[in-house]
């Protein structure tokens, strides 16, 4: 059974850095792509970026230069860091799933998506 | 970036209704649209991929068409539990982008 969930603090400070870690199962990172998604509270939805199934990394420019990607394939996780937290930054961050390409075709969808956790950027 | 301009951004349809809502993309996206249903407090799920393919298990009253630049999402006969948030997003060119979202109430 496929499952994603995100874990990390609720909170954080302006300034500061966001981690977070999406914990995966019933598939292996290496076979699939992990993408992280945010979601502001008037509900528009942001692509942050990508975690290719061959350990490389794309990035919404309107993070570059603050925001990585990375995982530890032998624990099924996929780490997101940004640093320079502002109050935009608050929002439900999610991690999510591209579906594989021999069902779905050349460009997949997310076929699976965690819970979200929720992040307050606020001193 | 690609921008994906969904309307209407709210409706309320009557149980049993046809409701229809569009996403209009900022340049041809070559069929690379997907639609998701977002209950409230819950994470977005899959509906239709590839502008017309429905996703296994979704009910075939969800339907998808469109081409180019223009693309829609119809629900032939609200249900209930079809009250959600929908959404659509491209994947033809990155960054990836999404549609404003679509308030969905019943009447």
């Known amino acids: 059974q496929v499952q994603l969930k995100e874990s990390g603090p609720g909170l954080v400070q302006p300034s500061q850095t966001l981690s977070l870690t999406c914990t995966v199962s019933?598939?292996?990172?290496?076979?699939?792509?992990v993408h992280w998604v945010r979601q502001h509270s008037g509900k528009s939805l942001e692509w942050m970026g990508r975690?290719?199934?061959?350990?490389?990394?794309s990035y919404n420019s309107a993070f570059t230069s603050r925001l990585s990607i990375s995982r530890d394939t032998s624990k099924s996780q996929v780490f997101l860091k940004m640093n320079s937290l502002q109050t935009e930054d608050t929002g439900t961050y999610y991690c999510a799933r591209i579906g594989p390409y021999t069902y779905y075709g050349y460009n997949p969808p997310f076929d699976y998506w965690g819970q979200g956790v929720m992040v307050t950027v606020s001193s | 970036d690609i921008q994906m301009t969904q309307s209407p951004a709210s409706l309320s349809a009557s149980l049993g209704e046809t409701v229809s809502i569009e996403c209009l993309a900022s340049?041809?996206?070559?069929?690379?649209l997907a639609w998701y249903q977002q209950k409230s407090g819950k994470s977005p799920q899959l509906l239709i991929y590839a502008a017309s393919r429905l996703q296994d298990g979704v009910p075939s009253r969800f339907s998808g068409s469109g081409s180019g630049t223009r693309y829609s999402l119809k629900i032939s006969g609200m249900q209930p539990e079809d009250e959600a948030d929908y959404f659509c997003q491209q994947s033809y060119k990155y960054p990836w982008t999404f549609g404003g979202g679509t308030k969905l109430e019943l009447k």
């Open positions: 019933g598939f292996s990172l290496t076979s699939y792509s």
């Open positions: 975690m290719w199934s061959d350990g490389d990394t």
């Open positions: 340049e041809g996206i070559s069929n690379d």
